[in-house]
């Protein structure tokens, strides 16, 4: 059973919005920092946006004042909310937790955006 699912992604085009949703099965899960990852064919692995147990957001630099993180610690649950999307967010995107050092990824869900 996936510990982690990811819903949400799709196809847009430049300016759009996405809404992406992932949720946890553990319940050891429900109040860790959560966090969302992407990955574009040919790059690496990059931290997007993450949010603490008391709802506290930090974003990277390319999303920030786009993209919105939030949480529903009663659903186990952490939602990435994608705006003024651009084609450089064409990627696949993951959500993680990181238990005592431990990585969980979902299954990841495709975000393409076309100009």
């Known amino acids: 059973q996936a510990q982690l699912v990811e819903s949400g992604g799709g196809s847009v085009q430049a300016g759009g919005s996405l809404r992406l949703s992932c949720t946890a099965s553990?319940?050891?899960?429900?109040?860790?920092?959560k966090a969302w990852y992407r990955q574009a064919p040919g790059k690496q692995r990059e931290m997007v946006a993450v949010?603490?147990?008391?709802?506290?957001?930090n974003y990277a630099d390319s999303v920030k004042g786009r993209f919105t993180i939030s949480r529903d610690n009663a659903r186990n649950a952490v939602y990435l909310q994608m705006n003024s999307l651009k084609p450089e967010d064409t990627a696949v995107y993951y959500c993680n937790v990181v238990i005592f050092g431990t990585n969980y990824w979902g299954q990841g869900t495709q975000v393409t955006v076309s100009s």
């Open positions: 949010i603490t147990s008391g709802g506290n957001p």
């Open positions: 553990r319940s050891s899960f429900r109040l860790n920092t």
